[in-house]
C-alpha cells in the first residue's frame, strides 16, 4: 500500500472507529418497583400506569447523571419520587403490619467509599430514603430504628407525617384480605435505585413497607447493608426486592459483589447465579435484583412473573418494563 492510500485507510479507520468511542457508556442507573406473581388485576391499562411512572423516576435520576451529578444523588431523588407515588410499597402506599399500621425500613449507601446509613421500623417519616442518607452523613452510625431514628429526623429538619398518610384504599383492603382471608402475604412493591455516575461511583438506595402482614418490629432486608442494598465501586451496585428473610440469610447483595471479585464472574453471571441458584431452591415467594457495575452493564434479574423495572445508559439505551 503506497503512504497516501496508507493514510487514507487510517482516516477511514478512524472515522468508522469514533461513533463506537462516543457510544462509550459513561453512566447508567436501573431502579425497581417490587417483584411478585402477576395476579389477576394486572390490566393493560394498570400495566400503561406502572411504565409511566416508572419512566418518570427513570428520568429524573437521567438527568442527574446526564448533568454529571452524583450517583447517591440520583438513587436518593429516584427513590424519594417512589416513595411519594402511592403505586408502590414504599413511603405513600406502604403495606400494613399485622396490626394495622405502617413500619417502613430504607437504606442507601455510598460505593466509593463504603460509606451506608439506613433506618428501619419507622412510623412517621415521610421520605425514609432521605433520612438513612441523613445517618451516613450526619452520624457515626449506620442504621436507627424507630423512635430514635424518627427523632433524628425531626432534629434534622425531615417531613413527619401521620402513620395513615402512607394508608391507600388499595392497602387497606389488602390488609383486610390477609388478616380476614388469610390472603398470602405479597412481597410486591418495594422500590430500589442503583447508579453509576461519570467520576465511576457506584451507589445504591432502597425502601420499603416490608411485607404485607408482617409481625410489628419486624424488619427485612433492605436496611441490612449486603443482603438487600450493596454498593461497591470494586465491582457494582444492586438493590433487591423480595422475601426479605432469604435475602439476609443469603447475605445477598454482597454475594454478587464477591462472585464477581472472587471468582471473576460478569455481573450477569452473579446476578443470575444468586437468583436462581441461591435464593429459587429456598423457596419463598421469589423477588428479584437490579445492578450496574463499574463499567455501566446493567442487570436485572426476577424469578416472578413481573418486576416493575426500568434502566438507562449514557449511550442512549433504555427500558421499561412490568412482566416477564
Ligand atoms: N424485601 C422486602 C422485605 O422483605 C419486601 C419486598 O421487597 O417487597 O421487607
Not at 463506537?20 to 400503561?48: C, D, F, K, M, Y
Not at 432502597?206 to 424488619?219: C, D, I, L
Not at 438493590?239 to 443469603?250: A, V
Request: proline fraction near 3%; glycine fraction near 14%; hydrophobic fraction near 45%.
Amino acid at each position: 500500500m503506497n503512504k497516501s492510500l496508507f493514510n487514507l485507510s487510517l482516516i477511514i479507520g478512524l472515522m468508522i472507529s469514533l461513533p463506537i468511542q462516543a457510544q462509550e457508556v459513561t453512566w447508567s442507573i436501573a431502579l425497581h418497583g417490587g417483584a411478585g406473581g402477576v395476579s389477576a388485576n394486572l390490566t393493560p391499562e394498570r400495566i400503561a400506569e406502572y411504565e409511566l411512572h416508572l419512566t418518570e423516576a427513570l428520568n429524573i435520576g437521567k438527568e442527574i447523571l446526564n448533568n454529571g451529578g452524583r450517583s447517591l444523588d440520583a438513587v436518593e431523588s429516584v427513590v424519594r419520587y417512589l416513595e411519594d407515588c402511592p403505586l408502590f410499597n414504599a413511603g405513600k402506599g406502604a403495606v400494613l403490619t399485622a396490626d394495622g399500621k405502617h413500619e417502613l425500613d430504607a437504606a442507601i449507601m455510598d460505593g466509593s467509599n463504603l460509606m451506608a446509613g439506613a433506618i428501619a421500623g419507622v412510623t412517621d417519616i415521610k421520605n425514609p430514603i432521605s433520612t438513612a442518607r441523613m445517618v451516613m452523613e450526619k452520624t457515626p452510625h449506620l442504621l436507627l430504628i424507630g423512635t430514635g431514628a424518627s427523632a433524628f429526623a425531626k432534629e434534622n429538619g425531615a417531613e413527619i407525617v401521620e402513620n395513615e398518610y402512607f394508608s391507600t384504599p388499595a392497602r387497606l383492603e389488602q390488609s383486610i384480605r390477609i388478616r380476614v382471608q388469610q390472603e398470602q402475604a405479597s412481597p410486591i412493591g418495594t422500590v430500589g435505585c442503583v447508579a453509576l455516575d461519570t467520576f465511576g461511583n457506584l451507589s445504591a438506595a432502597t425502601s420499603t413497607g416490608g411485607m404485607g402482614g408482617k409481625m410489628w418490629g419486624r424488619v427485612g432486608d433492605v436496611p441490612i447493608i449486603g443482603a438487600g442494598t450493596y454498593a461497591n465501586n470494586q465491582t457494582m451496585a444492586i438493590s433487591g426486592t423480595g422475601h426479605g428473610e432469604l435475602w439476609i440469610r443469603q447475605v445477598l447483595g454482597f454475594q454478587v459483589h464477591a462472585l464477581m471479585l472472587y471468582k471473576g464472574l460478569s455481573l450477569q453471571e452473579a446476578a443470575d447465579e444468586v437468583i436462581f441458584d441461591k435464593i429459587a431452591p429456598m423457596g419463598g415467594s421469589g423477588g428479584g435484583i437490579v445492578c450496574v457495575d463499574k463499567e455501566g452493564n446493567v442487570a436485572l434479574v426476577f424469578n416472578t412473573g413481573m418486576m416493575h423495572r426500568a434502566w438507562a445508559k449514557s449511550n442512549g439505551e433504555w427500558g421499561v418494563g412490568v412482566i416477564e
